[in-house]
């Protein structure tokens, strides 16, 4: 983990400790503080250069399963970029692909200053989905791509939710391309899985093995990092080649310490099996990367298959036995569904 010292990590968890309460479940109304993994993460999306002291990283990626906490990560983020970054006057922009995905991480925001003393102190919330921050001229509000187009915006930090639902780069670009008056923006994006070849997710994911970075392979986590661009991914999913009845895949993609029961996964699992619905267990809760492909006439049941291909720069631990190949294509049987899965690697 990135140390202390060349790090904002500390700062962030320690503001979110003090300053902002979980507002649902059964944590509504404790402190939030970061898990092992979120400290991991945070440490190291807010890496500075103790050169310049700016951030390396501008556009930082998470992708996670559902029921990772992904809105109320990127909930809180928000809240500190507005309000404890440093930045003079800033304008965060909370965007989704639809008004009412935005407002769910806006009002979870919202919600956080209103049941915190301290942040109703020095944020003020207001019911038209934006927060104020009056000590610094800061204002963080919610931006959906299915509204006009945003240009002209002078965003010091984006929140951009379930990026795979963004058919269309569009708002991405603007929001991300307005931060040249700034010193060191930020842009978060946090998503589950989508469908290969389909927005900017798409491109987003591919650049981890075509890029000009380094990955990282660590078992169900990928890392993708470019220092020289600023660019940084964190990817939880399974393998391509992993038992997706296996429990303990389950576990190591999804790294909450609330779902490491297995309860509701478990649960999950045999609700979605049962009515065949496999492939959206592997999009929703296994991370894995879809591509959207017909097989055969409407309404066939032809089986479908997993079509996955390895890059030839990704360099993999191999179980023993199987030999390096420039190309590995394997087809699993899927049955009822019209998507193929294409799970880990980019092909």
């Known amino acids: 983990m990135v140390p202390d010292a060349l790090t904002g990590g500390p700062h962030l968890a320690a503001y979110s400790e003090r300053y902002i309460r979980h507002t649902k479940g059964r944590w509504a109304g404790q402190p939030l503080d970061f898990e092992e993994w979120q400290r991991e993460f945070w440490w190291e999306a807010l890496e500075f250069d103790p050169a310049t002291g700016l951030r390396i990283y501008n556009e ?21 970029m507005l309000d404890a970054d440093g930045e003079s006057e800033p304008e965060v922009y909370v965007a ?10 806006m009002g979870q ?6 049941r915190s003393p301290l942040l109703l102190d020095r944020l003020r919330p207001y019911r038209s989905l934006r927060i104020e921050c009056a000590r610094n001229g800061g204002i963080m509000r919610s931006l959906s791509s299915d509204g006009a187009l945003q240009h002209g915006l ?6 951009i939710d379930e990026l795979h639902a963004h058919k269309s780069a569009e708002l991405y670009t603007a929001l991300t391309t307005g931060t040249g008056a700034r010193e060191q923006p930020f842009t978060l994006w946090i998503t589950t899985a989508g469908v290969a070849g389909e927005g900017i997710l798409a491109d987003l994911y591919d650049s981890m093995f075509s890029g000009t970075g380094e990955l990282e392979v660590r078992g169900s986590l990928l890392i993708y990092r470019d220092r020289v661009n600023g660019t940084l991914i964190y990817w939880y999913g399974a393998p391509r080649d992993a038992d997706i009845e296996d429990p303990a895949v389950w576990l190591a993609c999804n790294p909450a310490s609330w779902l490491q029961d297995g309860k509701y996964l478990g649960r999950e699992f045999a609700r979605l099996r049962a009515r065949g619905a496999l492939l959206e267990w592997r999009r929703y809760h296994l991370n894995q990367v879809s591509r959207a492909t017909a097989v055969g006439s409407p309404g066939s049941t032809a089986t479908h298959g997993l079509a996955l291909a390895l890059p030839e720069k990704v360099e993999m631990a191999r179980p023993t036995g199987v030999e390096r190949a420039d190309a590995i294509n394997i087809r699993i049987p899927i049955e009822g569904s019209r998507e193929t899965w294409w799970a880990g690697e980019s092909a």
């Open 109 to 114: 925001s919202i919600s956080m200053v209103r």
């Open 60 to 80: 930082v990626g998470l992708g996670l399963p559902r029921k990772n906490s992904k809105s109320t990560i990127a909930s809180g983020a928000g809240l500190y």
């Open 96 to 105: 989704a692909a639809a008004r009412n995905q935005a407002g769910i991480v």
């Open 154 to 159: 002078n965003p010091s930090a984006n929140i």
